[in-house]
């Protein structure tokens, strides 16, 4: 008897476990459909809203893998994740009756899918079990050099700590911004790679080559010229080279008033155009301060982004720590949204989110610009994601920076400051009527666009004296090296870069050198610069 009972106890126990395993399964099903319909929900009713009003949205749809991985790949391993996504996608897509979406993109290494989609094919889509998000894909805009000294390096491009002098030897910025002017004095010969991913649809016109979505290889980033043809806003087609030569320019042809070299003189340079040409004016919003007549401009979909940052996921991924992909220091965008955010906007561009999460795994810093609308308590995307460097911009007084730019967005989450007021970098001249004249120059150009690149650059000049320092090493250095500035009428103070102190902390951290310092140069250690008069930018 006892052994019967025995039997039946334990089989009842089982029973009873069976039943808990099978409620916590059911439960956790619907925490994880709980938890889809939170982020798909996020914006539903304002995107349908819209899609409704305009016949169409622009979307970014994440779809439900079995499994996700960032870490190394073998080629065969990156093959079979990619394929792996690719039917995922496509599954999606052929499964659910969303066969006539338009302007389809796939990710070829991140489980995102672009579309543009009716509000019938978004609420469709909204009961697709594949699908565990959906965003809208909204539209940014773009956002020395005499400032070396000011960050604590000689005008020759050098930071010397030791004895030594680094200059970003072995590291690689990678920039996504508009076209660049790849034949420049100041950038050519330091390009080492070049893409475009550009949208071309409606009133939109893409400035890759011949008009496709994407390019890769030489001359995919250097649509200069194409570019100028659109009645512009003026100089908005040479953001992208006044950004990177910030970043990494350097010129052996110096003449009177133009600089020698960007921040990271030695480091490896790669550029991807993100931008297109809007030709819609009324969407543009903007006057052109010449001709006083609206005109086209320059906008860059967050889905051009994210496929951009697929790209280099997919090469460093593939890279294992070859080449110019598998040294990545820093991605600056310096780029900027019409709304502003005082927190964090995590939840409003995930699949960003997601993507620079997986860069930073790889020890890979996104850098990007705050804005440039003045504001003291709020910033722009990309800035405003949590995982994102964000840089504000430092204004001068006879070479010193003293204060926070006035043009400049901040708030308390802002990280650092780095010089974005009159900065002159590499700029592509536009096309004078008066003398049928286009061609290269430079120019002086501010807003907070320009003080990110700063920072880019200063982060693989502290990456070749310290190649193994995480995102995390080098921000803390960043910020416990800098000089706090200020601005009237608030108590925000933030870091301003001083890069020769944060190397000297970065190479004594842990070894009883201390941290550096608790401040960078005064005013007496900064050596003036020499501001030769040019032609003044402001680009928001």
Known sequence: MKLQHGKAWWFFLAIICICNISLSVAHGADLKDDVAERKFSQGYAKMLGKARE????????KVDLDYFKD??????????????????????????SLVNVRNVRLMSISPYIIMTVTASELEALKSVPGAISVEEDTVTTPMLLESL???????????????????????????LDTPIQSYHEFLRGKLSSEACFSSNDGSRESLCPGGALSALGPGAASEIVRCESFALETYACGHGSLVSGIAAGKSDDIDVGEPRTGVAANAALVHINVS???????????????Y???????????????????????????????????HVAAINMSLGSDELYTGNCDSGYTAIYDLIASLRKKGVATIASTGNEGSSNSMSYPACLSNVISVAAADSYAGIYSELASLSNLNGGTDLVAPGVLIRSSMDWWF???????????????GTSFAAPHVAGAWAVLRSAKPSATVSEVLSVLKSTGVL????????????????????????????????????????????????????????
């Open 54 to 61: 305009k016949g169409g949205i622009r979307v970014i749809v």
């Open 71 to 96: 870490g190394e790949f073998s080629e065969d391993q990156l093959e079979e994740y990619r394929a792996h996504i690719a039917y995922k996608q496509r599954q999606l897509l052929n499964e659910h």
């Open 149 to 175: 000294p000011g960050i604590g390096g000689s005008i020759s491009g050098d930071f010397i700590y030791q004895n030594n002098s680094y200059t970003g030897n072995g590291q690689t910025v990678v920039v």
């Open 276 to 290: 297109h040409v809007q030709t819609d004016h009324v969407a543009c919003g903007i006057v052109n301060p010449v």
């Open 292 to 326: 006083g007549a609206p005109h086209d401009c320059l906008q860059s979909f967050v889905g051009d982004q994210l496929d951009a940052l697929n790209y280099i996921l997919g090469k460093i991924s593939s890279s294992a720590g070859n080449g110019i992909w598998g």
């Open 432 to 446: 004078d009527p008066d003398s049928a004249w286009f061609g290269q120059g430079y120019a002086e150009a501010s």
């Open 485 to 540: 500035l200020g601005r009237d009428g608030t108590s925000i103070t933030k870091p301003m870069i001083k890069i020769d102190k944060a190397i000297q902390a970065l190479m004594t951290a842990g070894s009883g050198g201390g941290s550096g310092g608790s401040g960078g140069s005064t005013a007496a250690q900064v050596t003036a610069s020499v501001v030769i008069p040019a032609t003044y930018l402001l680009l928001n």
